[in-house]
Structure formats: C-alpha cells, structure tokens
C-alpha cells in the first residue's frame, strides 16, 4: 500500500489563524493513517500514527492537529525514531502547560478564586511531567539537537491554534471546557505514539515507566476538569 498519509484539506497554519480574514477552522472530518510505518521520512511526510476510530469526529481532529505539530517538532535522523515521538509528546505538553497557564492568569467571575488554583495544580503539576519527556527524548536519541527551541514553538503554535482560535475571550466555563478537551485530545494523542513506538520497537521500560506516569497524571487533570465543568 501507499505508506503516504490520506488527509483531507490540511490548510496551512495562517489560515487557521483567529487573525485571518476568512476564519477558516480545521476541518472536522480530518484523518490520516500510515499503511506502512517503516517507509517515510518523519520530517517530510508526518508521523506514522493516526487515530481513526474516537468518540467524535471532533476529537479526531484535535488529535490531528497535535499529530501534524509533530513534523515541526524534531528531526529526523536514522536512529532517533523513538527520540522523536518523544519531541511530539513534549510539544503537545508544552501547549497544554501554556493554555492551562493562561487561563489561570485570565479566569474570573464568582469561581474566580476557585478556577485560579485549579489551573495552576493543573499546569504546575505537568511541568515535572514536560521535563522528563525532555530529558527522556535527548537520551533515547542520544541527540540534544532532537529538541530544538523553534521547531517546538511552531508546534506548540498549531496545538494552541486548534484548541483557543476563535475566541480570544472566552468565559470561566469556556476556559474549563477548553482545557478539558484539550486533556482528553492529549491522552487520546498519547495512546497513539505508544502504540506507535512499540510496533517500531523504539520504546524502553524506563519510555515505558514515564509514559504511563504521564498518562496518569493527566487523567488525574481529565477528573479534575470535569468535576468542575459539572
């Protein structure tokens, strides 16, 4: 089969600016998946992972958005495969840490006090979590130029893009949900490049130990969240 990934209409990361005179949105109905995950180039075409099956059409696309930042996020070299997934996982993370901090800065209202601890457990308790993705994608590649800083800015850019573009105000509930789904995208995300890195056998018990302690913590953020949103 084609290992080239099947999308529909990927627009570029202008056109899915709030600024753009045509306020385009990412495309609902976007999917992908690799036929063959041995035969591209991760720079070039994307990662080899792609959910099909999700709750909605919705979360299909926030996870093709996380997924696509992956080609700005690391390079691509013959052994640095498992390193690179890595790079995803901690582009996607930084995002979430900064939307999550942005909204503990910007909240208000009667749950003002409440929402503003609430997002800054949330992002403060993931930085430990984004440190050890760092540190794990150096030494799996075995590379420190894996990680580099404008590549992950421009990842982190196309994640924040899909969750917050559109509106720049949004209110205490909106900030909730947004952060929510989010969460959700992000462990759907995580499931992926798991799956991934074991069919490709780049993953090591100790990738292993911190994916899984990631994945818990932010389930642990997921309860929180939606305790809140009900």
Request: charged share 20%; hydrophobic share 35%.
């Amino acid at each position: 089969m084609d290992p080239k990934w099947k999308a529909v209409s990927v627009p570029t990361s202008k056109t899915a600016c709030s600024c753009d005179s045509g306020k385009a949105k990412w495309p609902s109905s976007l999917e992908a998946v690799w036929q063959n995950p041995t035969a591209y180039d991760a720079l070039e075409d994307g990662p080899s992972y792609m959910p099909t099956k999700t709750a909605s059409t919705t979360d299909r696309a926030a996870v093709a958005r996380m997924v696509q930042a992956n080609t700005y996020a690391g390079q691509k070299l013959a052994d640095e495969v498992g390193g690179t997934r890595l790079v995803s996982l901690l582009t996607v993370m930084k995002a979430l840490y900064l939307i999550h901090q942005t909204h503990h800065w910007r909240t208000n209202g009667a749950s003002y006090y409440a929402d503003h601890l609430l997002f800054q457990r949330i992002y403060e308790e993931s930085l430990e979590y984004i440190d050890g993705m760092a540190e794990r994608a150096i030494g799996t590649s075995n590379n420190p130029w894996v990680i580099c800083p404008m590549k992950l800015a421009k990842g982190q850019l196309n994640v924040v893009h899909f969750f917050c573009e559109g509106n720049s105000q949004p209110s205490p509930e909106q900030m909730v949900n947004i952060s929510l789904k989010a969460e959700l995208a992000f462990l759907a995300f995580l499931k992926q490049v798991v799956e991934a890195m074991r069919q490709e056998g780049s993953s090591t018990d100790g990738v292993e130990d911190l994916i899984q302690g990631t994945a818990s913590k932010h389930e642990e953020f997921v309860y929180l969240l939606q305790q809140r949103s009900r």
